[in-house]
């Protein structure tokens, strides 16, 4: 059975990290001001609060002639975006490994310690019954390898990482490496909208000149790594799933649909925000 954490930008915001699109555009701007897509944000920062959104809107004033200048410029912002990510995230200084893993152990195993009585009653039973290793799983929205980090460093001293019993018998459980659904900042980011309908250009939604290179679902399926289907299988076999630093956005919709198919799958399912 997993337990599955689905991560978003508020964990790095909380770690006093500067990952807003916002804090990356100043840094963007600064390094390339005559960039397409620079200009632009530039011009109207309102417009582009939201960058995969943004994407989707700026596509409304481009013809099909204009399309590889505007791959171009989305490839140099990717190229920029991962360079400020990882400057940012080199900040992160980890001084005592022990004590950060294990409270985040604790904090990992405890995440329904605020449930209600009867929520807690649920989950006692579900774990209570659960005759097999429960694995923690995480898919991080992330680029950056934070999460990673900690979670490594957790494996290293929280061995095992969890156990529980189910009909007197012990199971030990186990913690996994972060599924980066995104992409990270070693390999290709995976940045664009979820579906044609967000491409604000009638002409370019079923162009495969452009849809191949901004729907994620399709560059996902392009790079070969199977991210979507393992992160679905991943949900499909969890029992609890909990959000953490997500605005459920309209540029990730396929996942929330998703999730609420899971939840009707099974009266135990349960969603954790």
Not at 35 to 64: A, H, P, Q
Not at 127 to 136: C, H, L, P, Q, V
Not at 235 to 241: A, L, R
Not at 263 to 271: A, H
């Amino acid at each position: 059975m997993n337990i599955t954490f689905m991560i978003g930008n508020g964990f790095d915001l909380n770690l006093k990290l500067n990952t807003r699109y916002s804090h990356f555009y100043t840094y963007y701007i600064k390094s390339d001001p005559k960039d397409l897509l620079s200009k632009s944000i530039r011009e109207d920062f309102e417009k582009w609060s939201d960058l995969e959104i943004g994407l989707g809107e700026f596509l409304k004033d481009i013809d099909e002639s204009q399309i590889e200048e505007f791959l171009d410029s989305k490839s140099t912002l990717e190229r920029m975006l991962s360079e400020y990510l990882f400057s940012e995230s080199q900040r992160i200084s980890i001084k005592d490994t022990k004590a950060l893993g294990e409270e985040f152990q604790k904090k990992i195993l405890n995440f329904f310690s605020d449930f209600n009585a009867l929520d807690k009653e649920h989950y006692h039973r579900i774990i209570s019954t659960t005759k097999d290793n429960i694995n923690y799983y995480f898919i991080t929205f992330n680029y950056t390898n934070v999460l990673d980090r900690i979670v490594s460093i957790a494996n290293k001293n929280c061995i095992p990482f969890g156990f529980h019993k189910a009909n007197d018998i012990g199971y030990n459980d186990t913690i996994m490496t972060p599924h980066h659904i995104h992409g990270k900042l070693s390999e290709d980011l995976i940045l664009g909208l979820d579906n044609n309908e967000q491409i604000l250009n009638d002409k370019l939604k079923v162009n495969p000149k452009l849809t191949n290179y901004i729907i994620k679902s399709a560059v996902n399926s392009a790079l070969g790594e199977r991210k979507i289907e393992t992160a679905k299988a991943i949900i499909d076999n969890s029992k609890y799933i909990c959000l953490f630093g997500l605005s459920i956005g309209d540029t990730d919709r396929m996942w929330w649909s998703y999730i609420i198919e899971w939840l009707k799958r099974g009266s135990d399912n349960r969603l954790v925000l």
